[in-house]
C-alpha cells in the first residue's frame, strides 16, 4: 500500500482509472472522490469509490494523497476550497495538461507542510465521466511531473512509485518544458482534428451524411480526436495559449510550404518530405506507445450471415 487514503477531486475518466488502478494493484487503503454532481458521486460509489463527499474541503480532510482531476480552469477555485484542510505532509497533485497555469492557480492556496507536485498522465479517450475508466489505461504511458525546486525527495519517490505501480512510467521536467512539449504532441494536434472536423461541417456541398458514411480512417481518427471534453479542451486553450499560438505558428509555416509544393507539382520534395514524417510514425511504435496492427488495431467487425 502506498497511501492509507487518496482524496480524487473530480470523478471522470482519469479519476475513475485510477481509482480502479489503484484497487487492482492494492495501492490505497481508502479511496474518498468529490464531485459537483450527485449522479456522479453516486456512480462512484457504486463503481470504484469507498467514501464520496459533497464538498471537496470534506474529501481531502485525512488524505495523504490528493489528485486534482477537474478542468484547468476550475483549478484556483478548488485549491482555494481544500488549501485550509489539507493535512500536514499530504502530497498534492493533479492530471491537468498544462502545468503553468496549474502551478500558478494552485499554489498560492497551499500553506507550508504540504507538497504540492504537478502531474500530466499521458492517457486518455475520448470518452468522460465515471464510468469511462479503466485499470489499464496508464499501461506503458508517460505519467509527467514537473517538481518545484526544492521538493521533498521522499514525496516525489513515493508518488513515483504510486504511478509505476499502475503501469505507467515517469518522467520529471520543468513546468516551461511541459507546457511547449505537450503543445507539440498534444494541443495543437487536438486543434487541426476540431479544426478539420469544423471544416467537414460547413461542406454544404457534401451532405452531413456522406462525410459520415464514406469516412476513411484519417478522418475517423480526427473525429475520434475532437470528440474530446469541450469543458477540459477549451481550457487547455485559453491556459497553455502561449506554447499553442507558438507551434499553430510554425504549422502554418509547414502548411504553406507543403501547398506550394503541390501547387508546383514539386513531386521530389513532396516524397522527401512523407519520408521523413513517415519515420516519426515508425519511433512512436519502436517506443511502444502504438501498435503497427492494420488500421491501427481496429477490431474487425464479424461478418454478417456467417
Not at 507536485?117 to 492517457?123: L, N, Q, V
Not at 482534428?193 to 456541398?205: I, P, Q
Not at 507558438?246 to 513531386?267: N, P, Y
Request: aromatic fraction near 6%; hydrophobic fraction near 45%.
Amino acid at each position: 500500500m502506498t497511501y492509507q487514503r487518496v482524496a480524487l477531486i473530480g470523478l471522470g475518466l482519469i479519476a475513475s482509472s485510477m481509482a480502479h488502478a489503484m484497487r487492482a494493484g492494492g495501492l490505497a487503503g481508502e479511496i474518498v472522490g468529490f464531485a459537483k454532481s450527485a449522479e456522479t458521486r453516486a456512480v462512484a460509489l457504486d463503481l470504484f469509490c469507498d467514501r464520496v463527499t459533497e464538498s471537496a474541503a470534506e474529501a481531502v480532510q485525512g488524505a495523504d494523497l490528493v489528485v486534482l482531476c477537474v478542468p484547468v480552469g476550475a483549478m484556483g477555485v478548488i485549491a482555494a476550497e481544500i488549501g485550509p484542510h489539507l493535512k500536514q505532509g499530504a502530497v498534492i497533485t493533479d492530471v491537468g495538461s498544462v502545468k503553468q497555469a496549474v502551478v500558478d492557480a494552485v499554489a498560492p492556496h497551499l500553506g507550508p507542510g504540504v507538497h504540492f507536485i504537478p502531474g500530466h498522465p499521458m492517457a486518455g479517450t475520448e470518452y468522460s465521466g465515471p464510468r469511462s475508466g479503466f485499470a489499464a489505461l496508464f499501461q506503458n504511458r508517460w505519467w509527467l511531473l514537473t517538481p518545484p525546486e526544492g521538493c521533498d525527495a521522499e514525496a516525489l519517490a513515493r508518488l513515483r512509485l504510486m504511478i509505476e505501480a499502475m503501469g505507467a512510467k515517469v518522467d520529471t521536467m520543468d513546468v516551461a518544458h511541459h507546457d511547449l512539449v505537450v503543445a507539440v504532441v498534444s494541443h495543437v494536434p487536438h486543434a487541426i482534428a476540431y479544426t478539420m472536423v469544423g471544416v467537414a461541417d460547413h461542406m454544404r456541398r457534401v451532405s452531413q451524411s456522406e462525410v459520415i458514411k464514406y469516412s476513411a480512417a484519417g478522418f475517423r481518427d480526427f473525429t475520434r480526436i475532437a470528440a474530446s471534453d469541450p469543458v477540459m479542451w477549451r481550457d487547455v486553450f485559453l491556459t497553455n495559449k502561449d506554447a499553442v499560438l507558438d507551434i499553430l505558428g510554425r504549422f502554418s509555416e509547414e502548411l504553406f510550404t507543403l501547398q506550394r509544393a503541390i501547387r508546383m507539382g514539386d513531386g521530389e520534395y513532396l516524397h522527401a518530405y512523407f519520408t521523413r514524417t513517415r519515420e516519426i510514425r515508425r519511433g512512436i511504435i519502436e517506443a511502444g506507445q502504438d501498435t503497427a496492427a492494420p488500421d491501427f488495431g481496429r477490431a474487425v467487425p464479424p461478418a454478417k450471415g456467417g
